[in-house]
């Protein structure tokens, strides 16, 4: 059973950097039929989805958050990872690591099938 | 402002059926992307509860389904229970600046 697991700081100061990094067990992240991404959800409020990663190092971001965020992943540990800079309060949120997949085997129907507990980050000096 | 709309909010009675929309545009539901539903229960990640417009993964009820037509979605459950009160997003893909994964803004169901 394939089981997502996000780690890192529970807070972080504003215009610093938030650093999360998800596990992944039960599968490879090396496998050609999955993307893999992170969703955040500030308290009380929707879903917002922040990027995703291949496991061939391709990126796509969410441009409201494109010039503040970096995903990467490190097949070898079977993590990826999210970076997210210069956060102000309104970046504090419960952030979700899912894996993305496409019954239809393209790039672009993709949906979130499994995901982690999520972490919630506060922002906060 | 999400790109999906849905309704903040629906109720039903117990046994009842509801139903939620997910209204798109030209750029995303319209496009004939695919729409996939997502029941978040309170304190836990969401799950998913219908992918590709109308397939159930294993284990959701068959009282979960859910249609496409035109650039609207819709999410039905039939002979409502206690248990299916939650939060309920539709999700898709869009080919403007708003993409390329964008979620509905949510509904929470109500079980009177």
């Known amino acids: 059973q394939l089981q997502l697991q996000e780690s890192g700081p529970g807070l972080v100061k504003p215009s610093e950097t938030l650093s999360l990094t998800c596990t992944v067990s039960?599968?490879?992240?090396?496998?050609?039929?999955?993307?893999w991404g992170w969703i955040r959800q500030p308290p009380g409020k929707g879903l917002e989805w922040i990027g995703s990663?291949?496991?061939?190092?391709?990126?796509y971001y969410n441009p409201s958050l494109k010039s503040r965020v970096t995903i990467s992943v490190d097949t070898s540990k079977n993590q990826f990872s999210l970076k997210l800079s210069s956060v102000t309060a309104a970046d504090t949120a419960v952030y979700y690591c899912?894996?993305?997949?496409?019954?239809?085997?393209?790039?672009?129907?993709?949906?979130?099938?499994?995901w982690g507990q999520g972490t919630l980050v506060t922002v906060s000096s | 402002q999400s790109v999906l709309t849905q309704p903040p909010s629906v109720s039903g009675a117990p046994g009842q059926r509801v139903t939620i929309s997910c209204t798109g545009s030209s750029s995303n539901i319209g496009a004939g992307y695919d729409v996939h539903w997502y029941q978040q229960l309170p304190g836990t990640a969401p799950k998913l509860l219908i992918y590709?417009?109308?397939n159930r993964p294993s284990g959701v009820p068959d009282r979960f389904s859910g249609s496409k037509s035109g650039t609207s979605a819709s999410l039905a459950i039939t002979g409502l229970q206690a248990e299916d009160e939650a939060d309920y997003y539709c999700?898709?893909?869009?080919?403007?600046?708003?993409?390329?994964?964008?979620f509905g803004g949510g509904t929470k169901l109500t079980v009177l």
């Open positions: 039960g599968g490879s992240i090396s496998s050609s039929s999955y993307y």
């Open positions: 590709g417009n109308s």
């Open positions: 899912a894996r993305q997949h496409s019954n239809r085997r393209d790039g672009y129907n993709l949906f979130f099938d499994y």
């Open positions: 990663i291949y496991y061939s190092g391709s990126t």
């Open positions: 999700q898709s893909y869009d080919s403007s600046l708003s993409g390329p994964w964008v």
